[in-house]
């Protein structure tokens, strides 16, 4: 199983950067899949996740009109649009997948009913 991010990096306050997830090793189409991210000392928490069929997607509160989630079943990946982005959201980004059998996505803090986790990638936004 691989779960490979990308696209992340450094970016201003107010501009947009795209993550992806290319992943590996398992049935991508029956998984939901979700990016956390944790900031140096903090915990882990739960950004945004979307439903194995990509219809139902789900935003912690702070990223909600901000950040898109989406996949591709196609190719198994999943991106993460950052729109607006605050120096708030500065952070090491990571992917992974849940195995589902009920359509949606949810998480609980820390994300370890997560099965699959890629290895992060970091995100700075200076203001």
């Known amino acids: 199983v691989q779960l490979v991010e990308s696209g992340g990096g450094s970016v201003e306050a107010g501009g947009t950067l795209t993550l992806s997830c290319v992943t590996s090793?398992?049935?991508?189409?029956?998984?939901?899949m979700a990016w956390f991210r944790r900031v140096p000392g903090g915990e882990r928490e739960g950004v945004s996740c979307?439903?194995?069929?990509?219809?139902?997607?789900y935003y912690r509160p702070s990223v909600k009109g901000r950040f898109t989630i989406s996949r591709d079943n196609v190719n198994k990946r999943v991106y993460l649009k950052m729109d607006k982005i605050r120096p708030e959201d500065t952070a090491i980004y990571y992917c992974?997948?849940?195995?589902?059998?009920?359509?949606?996505?949810?998480?609980?803090?820390?994300?370890?009913?997560?099965?699959?986790w890629g290895q992060g990638i970091q995100v700075t936004v200076s203001s």
């Open positions: 992974a997948a849940q195995r589902r059998v009920l359509l949606g996505c949810s998480f609980t803090p820390g994300g370890n009913d997560y099965q699959y």
């Open positions: 979307i439903s194995t069929n990509g219809l139902v997607p």
């Open positions: 090793g398992f049935a991508f189409e029956d998984y939901a």
